[in-house]
């Protein structure tokens, strides 16, 4: 006869603690472990389709995502997401520019989510980036109902900050996100603080942090452009703008990213 080994209550418990609730996690049908990152698939609603299709793209019935976790990531608890935007040239997507920011966001506790279609777009539009960046969200909050409440940054580098910029404003307006920070790096433009006077989300987003991340030696988004913006912004009424400089060109510096996360949570208290 076999012999079966006796596992006391303490044991049982030991292992459940290891294995965190005794299941596994998911999300749309796919894994989620903290310290890792998934990509999932995703139905776009019809409202999102149409938002989409502006300016003669294509209608989109799939959008695609990946999210980054943080070590330790429980979907029963508050994390905030970050958010990111690429800029259009050379054919780039959120979903490439979201590795850049894994590492930064892993050691401050943040979700990186970047998004994308299954197709190409005619147009590589703001609509376009809202259309599958607001179904995403949709499809996050369908399994995990608890993250309409967590808070969320928006990050870019170059033409991506112009649309992190935009983007936020407008999810803003529509109430859908409760914006916790604007990250933008090598920004020579300033459409944030344009399109806070276009769709006027309230004055609570007026509030809330923006940290410009610029190169001392950047010929793109030049230092004079970025005091630019900063003067820019502070006209508009936000109150709490920080230019950092690095000593760099037209780069991400992912210490800033770092320092940036940690100046949102600290103002946030959350």
Known sequence: MAKFARYTPALVLFWLCLSGTGHAVTLAGKQVQGGASVEIQFPVPKYFQSVAAQGGNPVVQTGRAVLMFPPGFDPSRSWPILIV???SDFNRTSIMDAE???????????????TDATVSPRLDST?????????????????????AKWPV????????????????????????VGVCGFFLSG??????GESYR??????????VPVWLSS????????PASHNLVKASLERTGFKR???ERFDGGHQLKMSEVQRALHWFRELGRF
């Open 187 to 192: 920004i020579n433009e300033d459409r944030l």
């Open 215 to 222: 190169g001392s030696s950047d010929p793109v988004a030049t």
């Open 153 to 176: 940054a928006f990050a870019g580098f170059s033409g991506g900050s112009k649309r992190s910029g935009i983007v936020g404003v407008m999810l803003a307006k529509s109430g859908s």
């Open 241 to 243: 703008v920080r230019l």
């Open 198 to 207: 276009t769709y006027q989300p309230g004055r609570g987003l007026l509030e």
């Open 85 to 87: 935007s690429s800029t």
């Open 100 to 114: 850049w920011y894994r590492k930064p966001a892993n050691a401050e506790g943040w979700v990186v989510l970047g």
């Open 127 to 147: 609509q376009w980036r809202l259309g599958m960046l607001g179904a995403a969200l949709e499809a996050i909050r369908k399994d995990w109902p608890q993250s």
